[in-house]
């Protein structure tokens, strides 16, 4: 079982370049959501999406952009990228709502220089 | 106020000894909560959900006082594997989920 994929595991930016960070599901889940975590940190909520097509801000959602296109995808786009914005990205999706659990992927771990 | 507030430890304790976590949360009208485990440089992954009465899985007991507004996990006989971060997880209302900073807990030989 794949579960939750995300691509690439580790990346260096340099300010103001743009990337996009995958992430994929293969367990037919509605839910899917976007976080990061700075060093020492919980974790922040970026955006979400309840279904293809839908999605939603966060608390933390500026400086990124998503899309979900199929129930499967939700990459997260980076346009102009910061320091500020170095950090562990997480994907995670869930059956349903919030008293669903969430199954995470494994990270990106991205480098703004 | 944060939504979710730890105490971030670090707690150290010996092979076989009891340990306990607290987890204080801001919205009265919580919903849902849960305990997520966090190994270094890794995912978060989910220990155990916290239901109203209090619910137990071997040596992990979960623990909700609404009145008090904070959840609680207890772990028994402590084991080397069980050294992580321990993430407490409130779900307030809709869909937005609000972690806390983490309980770091190191388990000694």
């Known amino acids: 079982n794949a579960g939750v994929t995300q691509t690439p595991k580790f990346r260096i930016l340099k300010i103001g370049q743009s990337m996009t960070l995958q992430c994929t599901q293969d367990m037919n889940h509605n839910y899917m959501y976007w976080y990061r975590q700075d060093p020492g940190m919980g974790l922040k909520l970026i955006y979400y999406?309840?279904?293809?097509?839908?999605?939603d801000k966060g608390e933390v959602p500026n400086g990124y952009n998503v899309s979900r296109s199929t129930t499967e995808d939700f990459p997260l786009r980076l346009e102009l990228a910061a320091p500020s914005q170095t950090s562990v990205y997480f994907c995670?999706?869930?059956?349903?709502?919030?008293?669903?659990?969430?199954?995470f992927g494994d990270g990106t771990r991205l480098s703004i220089l | 106020r944060k939504e979710v507030e730890q105490d971030p430890g670090p707690f150290n304790v010996p092979e076989g000894a009891t340990v306990a976590f607290n987890c204080t949360y801001s919205?009265?009208?919580?919903?849902?909560f849960f305990w997520y485990r966090q190994d270094c440089r890794k995912e978060p992954k989910l220990l155990m959900s916290?239901?109203?009465s209090g619910n137990e899985d071997g040596r992990f007991t979960a623990q909700l006082n609404r009145a008090s507004q904070y959840i609680s996990l207890l772990i028994r006989d402590s084991k080397l594997s069980d050294s992580a971060t321990y993430l407490c997880v409130v779900n307030p209302t809709g869909n937005q989920f609000y972690f806390g900073t983490g309980t770091s807990l190191t388990v000694i030989p």
């Open positions: 999406s309840v279904g293809a097509g839908i999605t």
């Open positions: 919205n009265s009208a919580s919903q849902s």
């Open positions: 995670a999706s869930s059956q349903g709502a919030g008293n669903q659990p969430q199954h």
């Open positions: 916290v239901y109203s």
